[in-house]
Protein backbone atom coordinates (compact mmCIF):
# COMPACT_ATOMS: atom_id res chain seq x y z
CA UNK A 1 0.00 0.00 0.00
CA UNK A 2 1.13 3.15 -0.65
CA UNK A 3 0.15 6.83 0.55
CA UNK A 4 1.22 9.77 -1.04
CA UNK A 5 1.41 13.37 -0.01
CA UNK A 6 1.13 15.82 -2.65
CA UNK A 7 2.62 19.15 -1.45
CA UNK A 8 1.46 22.60 -3.64
CA UNK A 9 2.91 25.26 -1.40
CA UNK A 10 1.76 25.74 1.81
CA UNK A 11 -0.70 22.27 1.28
CA UNK A 12 -1.36 18.87 1.13
CA UNK A 13 -3.69 17.15 -1.37
CA UNK A 14 -6.34 14.94 0.40
CA UNK A 15 -9.20 12.57 -1.21
CA UNK A 16 -12.63 12.84 0.33
CA UNK A 17 -13.56 8.88 -0.28
CA UNK A 18 -16.65 8.73 -2.51
CA UNK A 19 -19.67 6.82 -1.11
CA UNK A 20 -18.58 3.59 -2.21
CA UNK A 21 -15.28 3.55 0.09
CA UNK A 22 -15.02 1.99 3.76
CA UNK A 23 -13.73 5.44 4.55
CA UNK A 24 -16.77 7.39 2.85
CA UNK A 25 -16.40 11.43 3.66
CA UNK A 26 -12.83 10.67 4.90
CA UNK A 27 -9.88 13.07 4.02
CA UNK A 28 -7.18 10.02 3.02
CA UNK A 29 -4.05 10.89 1.02
CA UNK A 30 -4.19 9.62 -2.35
CA UNK A 31 -2.99 6.12 -2.95
CA UNK A 32 -3.78 3.06 -2.53
CA UNK A 33 -2.70 -0.53 -3.28
CA UNK A 34 0.78 -1.86 -5.05
CA UNK A 35 -0.57 -4.88 -8.05
CA UNK A 36 0.91 -8.11 -7.91
CA UNK A 37 4.95 -7.82 -9.00
CA UNK A 38 4.35 -4.25 -9.30
CA UNK A 39 7.38 -1.63 -7.83
CA UNK A 40 6.12 0.06 -5.06
CA UNK A 41 6.67 3.36 -6.04
CA UNK A 42 5.96 2.61 -9.46
CA UNK A 43 2.71 2.40 -8.20
CA UNK A 44 2.87 5.59 -6.09
CA UNK A 45 3.10 6.99 -9.87
CA UNK A 46 0.49 5.03 -11.46
CA UNK A 47 -2.09 5.85 -8.20
CA UNK A 48 -1.15 9.58 -8.26
CA UNK A 49 -1.76 9.74 -12.09
CA UNK A 50 -5.47 8.23 -11.46
CA UNK A 51 -6.49 9.42 -8.83
CA UNK A 52 -5.02 12.80 -9.14
CA UNK A 53 -4.52 13.26 -13.29
CA UNK A 54 -0.61 14.43 -12.14
CA UNK A 55 1.99 12.90 -13.88
CA UNK A 56 5.16 12.27 -12.27
CA UNK A 57 8.32 10.39 -12.47
CA UNK A 58 9.80 8.10 -9.80
CA UNK A 59 12.75 10.90 -9.41
CA UNK A 60 10.28 13.37 -8.24
CA UNK A 61 8.84 10.96 -5.24
CA UNK A 62 10.85 11.00 -1.53
CA UNK A 63 10.56 7.75 0.36
CA UNK A 64 9.45 9.30 3.56
CA UNK A 65 8.04 6.34 5.84
CA UNK A 66 7.12 2.87 6.28
CA UNK A 67 3.82 2.30 8.71
CA UNK A 68 2.58 -1.14 9.77
CA UNK A 69 -1.37 -0.46 9.83
CA UNK A 70 -2.88 -3.05 11.34
CA UNK A 71 -6.86 -3.56 11.51
CA UNK A 72 -7.71 -1.30 8.93
CA UNK A 73 -11.30 -2.06 8.15
CA UNK A 74 -10.13 -5.89 9.35
CA UNK A 75 -7.06 -5.70 6.94
CA UNK A 76 -3.14 -5.22 8.32
CA UNK A 77 -0.88 -3.69 5.84
CA UNK A 78 2.71 -2.03 5.40
CA UNK A 79 2.08 1.53 3.86
CA UNK A 80 4.60 3.35 2.25
CA UNK A 81 4.74 7.02 2.48
CA UNK A 82 5.89 9.20 -0.10
CA UNK A 83 6.41 12.77 0.04
CA UNK A 84 6.19 14.49 -3.72
CA UNK A 85 6.00 18.60 -4.59
CA UNK A 86 4.05 19.17 -7.95
CA UNK A 87 4.70 21.87 -10.17
CA UNK A 88 0.80 23.14 -9.74
CA UNK A 89 -2.94 22.42 -7.83
CA UNK A 90 -4.89 21.19 -11.16
CA UNK A 91 -5.85 18.02 -10.29
CA UNK A 92 -9.00 16.21 -11.66
CA UNK A 93 -10.35 13.50 -9.05
CA UNK A 94 -12.49 10.55 -9.95
CA UNK A 95 -14.98 7.66 -8.39
CA UNK A 96 -12.17 7.52 -5.99
CA UNK A 97 -13.64 10.57 -4.18
CA UNK A 98 -13.45 14.81 -4.04
CA UNK A 99 -9.75 15.97 -4.04
CA UNK A 100 -9.30 19.11 -1.83
CA UNK A 101 -6.10 21.16 -0.93
CA UNK A 102 -5.32 21.53 3.03
CA UNK A 103 -3.24 24.02 4.27
CA UNK A 104 -0.83 21.90 6.42
CA UNK A 105 -1.88 24.42 9.45
CA UNK A 106 -5.14 23.22 9.18
CA UNK A 107 -4.94 19.68 9.33
CA UNK A 108 -5.94 19.77 12.82
CA UNK A 109 -9.06 20.79 12.18
CA UNK A 110 -9.96 18.69 9.57
CA UNK A 111 -13.07 16.88 11.37
CA UNK A 112 -12.90 14.19 9.09
CA UNK A 113 -9.26 13.98 8.35
CA UNK A 114 -8.33 9.69 8.46
CA UNK A 115 -7.22 9.90 12.37
CA UNK A 116 -3.84 8.82 11.98
CA UNK A 117 -2.71 11.09 9.57
CA UNK A 118 -3.32 14.28 12.37
CA UNK A 119 0.13 13.21 13.42
CA UNK A 120 1.81 11.18 10.55
CA UNK A 121 1.45 14.19 7.48
CA UNK A 122 3.00 16.38 9.82
CA UNK A 123 5.89 14.14 11.22
CA UNK A 124 6.36 12.92 7.43
CA UNK A 125 5.97 16.52 5.47
CA UNK A 126 9.06 17.83 8.18
CA UNK A 127 11.53 15.31 8.05
CA UNK A 128 14.92 16.29 6.92
CA UNK A 129 17.16 14.34 3.88
CA UNK A 130 18.45 11.33 5.30
CA UNK A 131 15.63 10.82 7.66
CA UNK A 132 12.45 8.39 7.32
CA UNK A 133 9.44 7.70 9.62
CA UNK A 134 8.91 4.64 10.78
CA UNK A 135 5.93 3.42 13.01
CA UNK A 136 2.38 1.18 13.98
CA UNK A 137 -0.90 2.18 13.49
CA UNK A 138 -3.51 0.13 15.25
CA UNK A 139 -7.26 0.18 14.32
CA UNK A 140 -10.05 -1.41 15.61
CA UNK A 141 -11.48 -2.98 12.34
CA UNK A 142 -14.02 0.24 11.88
CA UNK A 143 -11.58 2.99 11.33
CA UNK A 144 -11.21 4.11 14.81
CA UNK A 145 -7.27 4.34 15.58
CA UNK A 146 -6.35 2.53 18.74
CA UNK A 147 -2.62 3.44 18.61
CA UNK A 148 -0.15 5.22 17.13
CA UNK A 149 3.49 4.96 17.59
CA UNK A 150 5.64 7.13 15.29
CA UNK A 151 9.63 7.54 15.63
CA UNK A 152 12.13 9.33 13.22
CA UNK A 153 15.34 6.69 12.17
CA UNK A 154 18.38 7.93 9.66
CA UNK A 155 17.89 5.95 6.39
Do not use: F
Not at 71 to 76: C, D, I, M, P, Q
Not at 102 to 115: G, H, I, K, S, T
Amino acid sequence: MVLCLLRHGDAVLLIEGGRRKRWAGKLQGVGGGVGRGEDPLAAAVREIEEETGLRLALRQLRLKGVIHSQNWYGTSKVMLVVVARVPHRRVHGNEEGTLRWVPVRRLARQPNLVPDLYRLIPRALALRRGELLTGVAVHDGLGRLRSLTLQTVRS
